[in-house]
């Protein structure tokens, strides 16, 4: 089918909350490679927004999920499930955490993060709770989660807020003591928040917040939403600050593009849920459970080293390319497979990806004038070289 055909179609019958897409509708993915409907291929340093940490081929994996399919896609939550039972314990034991909900997304892990931090509050007598968030953070889209989202036009058209949340600046540690108090029932944060610019948190800030949260018995939520599944080069990326949160979230790669989304949390954080304090129909189905276990052997030990080495490759070149691109480049931030390009001001970041995908690259934008870049684990020297190259020719072809 044509673009333009296609595009006719998404306006007239999908909901207007995308604005003008990208002008592609892929049909198919190799490697790291996607291809559109028009012929057009292009290197995706993007993943589906962090989703598809293997790429597009690995065979293995696609196995797995069409056996699962020919056996059993879902039975919903009122039975015992296997494959749910097994993802729960893998998790566990690769976390150290101590329970487990499924949902469907990262928002949906959030949200049960939120209810459970609620209840808990609740249940200690505290009758006007508030959450402390950051700005700049990035939580979800539903009523609880936008509520904690540091962007004022994600929540203004929203208000009054589901949920009172009080936000900080990041690595603002005389803020955050005056913000968490005794009416706090949790802090929710990204140790790097991705939407809002890749900007990674110093561990001394983690650490200060894991401090306030236990003089003042609030729930640490860390959203590792994007960060975890070994985005950064560890499982968790909170694992680089020392702390341990008491609830943390999974979603984007735990599926590797079948949606899934997971709450982990302490057992002192979990048994403040009862029989029916929450639910999914969906949840942690048969096929989402699958992938996840099979996302789940696949990062091992030599995986995570992997990540970090060409991250640091990544890096590097971006350094480089920097370099050359003083007026330009502000600066390259980042860890792993998660790094971040904020152009200088006169430059627009959205224009500068509009140019890169028209040269056959897919890559991201996040706040503060942002290239952000989330390619698959795969990703090689030759086709980081390539990218670099693309940036080179769109920032004026210095280097
Ligand atoms: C993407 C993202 C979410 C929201 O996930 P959805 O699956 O879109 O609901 C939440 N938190 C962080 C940090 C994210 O990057």
Same mark, same amino acid.
């Given at each position: 089918?044509?673009? @333009?055909?296609?595009?006719?179609?998404?306006?007239?019958?999908?909901?207007?909350?995308?604005?003008?897409?990208?002008?592609?509708?892929?049909?198919?993915?190799?490697?790291?490679?996607?291809?559109?409907?028009?012929?057009?291929?292009?290197?995706?340093?993007?993943?589906?927004?962090?989703?598809?940490?293997?790429?597009?081929? @690995?065979?293995?994996?696609? =196995?797995?999920?069409?056996?699962?399919?020919?056996?059993?896609?879902?039975?919903?939550?009122?039975?015992?499930?296997?494959?749910?039972?097994?993802?729960?314990?893998?998790?566990?034991?690769?976390?150290?955490?101590?329970?487990?909900?499924?949902?469907?997304?990262?928002?949906?892990?959030?949200?049960?993060?939120?209810?459970?931090?609620?209840?808990?509050?609740?249940?200690?007598?505290? +009758?006007?709770?508030?959450?402390?968030?950051?700005?700049?953070?990035?939580?979800?889209?539903?009523? *609880? +989660?936008?509520?904690?989202?540091?962007?004022?036009?994600?929540?203004?058209?929203?208000?009054?807020?589901?949920?009172?949340?009080?936000?900080?600046?990041?690595? @603002?540690?005389?803020?955050?003591?005056?913000?968490?108090?005794? =009416?706090?029932?949790?802090?929710?944060?990204?140790?790097?928040?991705?939407?809002?610019?890749?900007?990674?948190?110093?561990?001394?800030?983690?650490?200060?917040?894991?401090?306030?949260?236990?003089?003042?018995?609030?729930?640490?939520?860390?959203?590792?939403?994007?960060?975890?599944?070994?985005?950064?080069?560890?499982?968790?990326?909170?694992?680089?600050? $020392?702390?341990?949160?008491?609830? +943390?979230?999974?979603?984007?790669?735990?599926?590797?593009?079948?949606?899934?989304?997971?709450?982990? *949390?302490?057992?002192?954080?979990?048994?403040?849920?009862?029989?029916?304090?929450?639910?999914?129909?969906?949840?942690?189905?048969?096929? *989402?459970?699958?992938? $996840?276990?099979?996302?789940?052997?696949?990062?091992?030990?030599?995986?995570?080293?992997?990540?970090?080495?060409?991250?640091?490759?990544?890096?590097?070149?971006?350094?480089?390319?920097?370099?050359?691109?003083?007026?330009?480049?502000?600066?390259?931030?980042?860890?792993?497979?998660?790094?971040?390009?904020?152009?200088?001001?006169?430059?627009?970041?959205?224009?500068?990806? *509009?140019?890169?995908?028209?040269?056959?690259?897919?890559?991201?934008?996040?706040?503060? =004038?942002?290239?952000?870049?989330?390619?698959?684990?795969?990703?090689?020297?030759?086709?980081?070289?390539?990218?670099?190259?693309?940036?080179?020719?769109?920032?004026?072809?210095?280097?």
């Amino acid at each position: 089918m044509i673009i @333009d055909f296609i595009k006719d179609l998404d306006h007239q019958y999908y909901m207007g909350v995308f604005g003008e897409r990208y002008p592609a509708a892929f049909e198919r993915g190799v490697g790291m490679r996607l291809y559109d409907t028009m012929g057009n291929s292009y290197l995706d340093f993007l993943s589906g927004i962090g989703v598809n940490a293997l790429g597009y081929s @690995d065979e293995m994996f696609k =196995n797995e999920i069409k056996e699962q399919v020919d056996r059993l896609i879902h039975t919903s939550n009122l039975f015992y499930n296997e494959q749910q039972a097994q993802l729960a314990q893998d998790l566990c034991v690769k976390t150290n955490y101590d329970k487990v909900f499924f949902g469907n997304s990262g928002a949906e892990a959030n949200e049960c993060a939120l209810k459970l931090a609620l209840k808990r509050a609740k249940d200690n007598g505290i +009758t006007n709770p508030n959450f402390v968030a950051l700005e700049h953070g990035f939580h979800g889209r539903t009523l *609880a +989660t936008l509520a904690g989202t540091g962007k004022l036009s994600i929540r203004e058209p929203f208000e009054p807020p589901a949920l009172q949340f009080r936000f900080l600046e990041h690595d @603002d540690v005389k803020g955050a003591e005056a913000a968490i108090d005794e =009416n706090t029932c949790g802090v929710m944060l990204e140790v790097i928040q991705g939407e809002g610019g890749v900007f990674p948190l110093s561990a001394m800030f983690v650490k200060a917040i894991r401090r306030l949260c236990d003089e003042h018995d609030a729930l640490l939520i860390i959203d590792e939403v994007q960060t975890g599944m070994g985005r950064t080069g560890r499982f968790l990326a909170q694992e680089f600050t $020392g702390v341990k949160a008491d609830v +943390t979230t999974l979603a984007k790669a735990l599926g590797n593009g079948i949606p899934i989304g997971a709450c982990l *949390a302490t057992l002192a954080a979990a048994d403040t849920f009862s029989v029916g304090d929450h639910g999914s129909t969906f949840g942690g189905n048969h096929l *989402a459970c699958v992938a $996840g276990r099979y996302m789940l052997r696949v990062l091992d030990e030599k995986k995570l080293e992997d990540i970090t080495e060409i991250g640091e490759t990544f890096k590097y070149e971006l350094f480089k390319l920097a370099g050359s691109h003083h007026d330009e480049v502000a600066e390259v931030r980042g860890l792993g497979l998660m790094l971040g390009m904020q152009l200088r001001e006169h430059l627009d970041v959205k224009k500068v990806a *509009a140019q890169l995908f028209d040269l056959g690259y897919i890559v991201g934008t996040a706040g503060c =004038n942002t290239l952000r870049f989330l390619p698959p684990y795969i990703v090689t020297e030759t086709e980081i070289q390539q990218l670099i190259s693309a940036l080179d020719y769109a920032l004026g072809g210095k280097a």
